[in-house]
C-alpha cells in the first residue's frame, strides 16, 4: 500500500507505542487511557490497536478480565493524544505481536515482548 500522507494522531502514537508510554486520546466522544500496541492498516484506514487501561467505553465500563480490554480505533477519529505520565505502561498476556487480533491487515509498528518494535515496509 502506497501512504501519501499519515493522519495527525499517528506521529504521537507511534512514539508512545515506541517509548511504552500510555496516552490519554479522544476517541467518538469518549475520554479512554490506552497503551498503544499497534499500528497500520485495515481495509485502507489507519488503525491502532490500544490496550484500554482507563476512562470512559462506548459500552460503559471497562471488563474485569485484562484479557478483554483491547481496543480498534480508527487513527482518523482520535481527536487528540496526550502523554500521560502518572501511569504505567499495561499489556494482556494475551497479546500477539504478530497477529494483533484481526484488527491490522497491513502492520506498520507494533510492541514485541523482546527487544526492539518492530517497524514493517
Known amino acids: 500500500m502506497t501512504i501519501t500522507s499519515l493522519p495527525a494522531a499517528w506521529g504521537p502514537l507511534e512514539a508512545a507505542l515506541r517509548q511504552r508510554r ?14 498503544p500496541h499497534a499500528l497500520g492498516w485495515k481495509n485502507g484506514k489507519a488503525m491502532l490497536l490500544g490496550y484500554q487501561t482507563g476512562g470512559h467505553t462506548s459500552t460503559g465500563t471497562l471488563p474485569a478480565a485484562a484479557t478483554n ?8 477519529d482520535i481527536d487528540a493524544v ?3 505520565h502518572a501511569s504505567t505502561w499495561q ?7 504478530a497477529h494483533p487480533f484481526n484488527a491490522i491487515d497491513e502492520l506498520t509498528v507494533a510492541v514485541t515482548p523482546a527487544g526492539p518494535d518492530t517497524r514493517v515496509g
Open 91 to 97: 499489556t494482556a498476556p494475551n497479546y500477539n505481536a
Open 69 to 76: 480490554r483491547w481496543r480498534n480505533f480508527f487513527v482518523d
Open 82 to 84: 496526550t502523554a500521560e
Open 22 to 35: 500510555p496516552v490519554r486520546v479522544s476517541y467518538h466522544g469518549h475520554q479512554r487511557l490506552i497503551c
